[in-house]
């Protein structure tokens, strides 16, 4: 009992004190509040969401950050999933800049310099997510937004539809559905 306390007093410091003292291997990226981390990629959950381990063998829940892909039970949601196929074991690099409402950390994964958040928009599996583009860049904003364009004009991906479903929209479906 008395370690189970132990485990929670330090979960509750490292929240206290903010992931970024927290984790190992990280170096400012910027002035903004992006920590730099080296780690492996352990599993991947979906196409925008994947389980990292860092230098101290601490498992995480990383989604990607200015990105939304298809859930895993609508259309294309697999074939985002299998995109990221290559991370798995994968040795990559995370720009973590917050930890969304499920605590999860946001972040960009580089994989050899590569920014694949904005791979997965250019191939077509996933929607430049609009509702926080205001935490990107200017540069990035403009890279995430004409990478969408590029894919849907191109019908690549998950733009073989017409129209497909936003995962934000399908999410809230899913929520209203008895």
Same mark, same amino acid.
């Given at each position: 009992?008395?370690?189970?306390?132990?485990?929670?007093?330090?979960?509750?410091?490292?929240?206290?004190?903010?992931?970024?003292q927290a984790v190992a291997g990280q170096h400012?990226?910027?002035?903004?509040?992006?920590?730099?981390v080296d780690a492996i990629i352990a599993r991947v959950i979906d196409g925008d969401t994947v389980v990292v381990t860092d230098s101290r063998a601490r498992t995480?829940?990383?989604?990607?950050?200015?990105?939304?892909a298809p859930e895993h039970n609508q259309p294309y949601g697999q074939d985002a999933k299998n995109a990221l196929h290559d991370l798995s074991g994968a040795k990559v690099r995370?720009?973590?800049?917050?930890?969304?409402?499920?605590?999860?950390y946001i972040g960009i994964i580089k994989l050899n310099?590569?920014?694949?958040?904005?791979?997965?928009?250019?191939?077509?599996?996933?929607?430049?997510?609009? &509702?926080?583009a205001n935490e990107q860049s200017a540069e990035l904003r403009r890279q995430y937004a004409e990478a969408e364009i590029t894919a849907r004009?191109?019908?690549?991906?998950l733009w073989q539809d017409?129209?497909?479903?936003?995962?934000?929209?399908?999410?809230?479906?899913?929520? &209203?559905?008895?």
């Open positions: 009992m008395q370690t189970l306390v132990k485990v929670c007093v330090l979960f509750l410091a490292f929240i206290h004190f903010g992931y970024g400012r990226t910027s002035t903004t509040s992006t920590k730099s995480y829940h990383l989604r990607m950050a200015g990105i939304d995370l720009l973590l800049s917050k930890h969304d409402r499920y605590g999860r310099g590569t920014d694949i958040c904005l791979r997965q928009i250019r191939q077509g599996w996933a929607w430049h997510y609009k &509702k926080y004009n191109r019908h690549i991906g017409a129209a497909p479903t936003p995962p934000w929209e399908f999410r809230r479906m899913e929520r &209203k559905s008895p």
